[in-house]
Nanobody, 123 residues
Framework: QVQLVESGGGLVHAGGSLRLSCAASGLTFRNFAMGWFRQVPGKERESVATINWSGSTTYYGDSVKGRFTISRDNDKRTVYLQMSSLEPEDPAIYYC????????????????WGKGTLVTVSS
């Protein structure tokens, strides 16, 4: 079955950087668009960044534009989220998602999901 396993979360100081990874198995990775979402308690899961199958097209949520970068390595079946200039508003559980439809992956929906990794930012 499809498995998405996130790693790289942790505690970082405000202004610092962190790189998340998501290793995929059980799917033909290069056929799938990949995305990162985040969620804090009491709020809806929001889209952070999305990348198409080849890496040629990306989308970023307004709150992370210019600070976060999504990338992928199809040979390693892994998608990354480089987070820089982390702000006190960024702490959340970050989830990896996969979908055959890039446009659908920009929104929360019926995608394949990982279990998440926690990011905490100290001020």
């Amino acid at each position: 079955q499809v498995q998405l396993v996130e790693s790289g979360g942790g505690l970082v100081h405000a202004g610092g950087s962190l790189r998340l990874s998501c290793a995929a198995s059980g799917l033909t990775f290069r056929n799938f668009a990949m995305g990162w979402f985040r969620q804090v308690p009491g709020k809806e899961r929001e889209s952070v960044a999305t990348i198409n199958w080849s890496g040629s097209t990306t989308y970023y949520g307004d709150s992370v534009k210019g600070r976060f970068t999504i990338s992928r390595d199809n040979d390693k079946r892994t998608v990354y989220l480089q987070m820089s200039s982390l702000e006190p508003e960024d702490p959340a559980i970050y989830y990896c998602a996969a979908s055959l439809d890039y446009r659908k992956l920009i929104k929360n929906g019926n995608h394949y999901w990982g279990k998440g990794t926690l990011v905490t930012v100290s001020s």
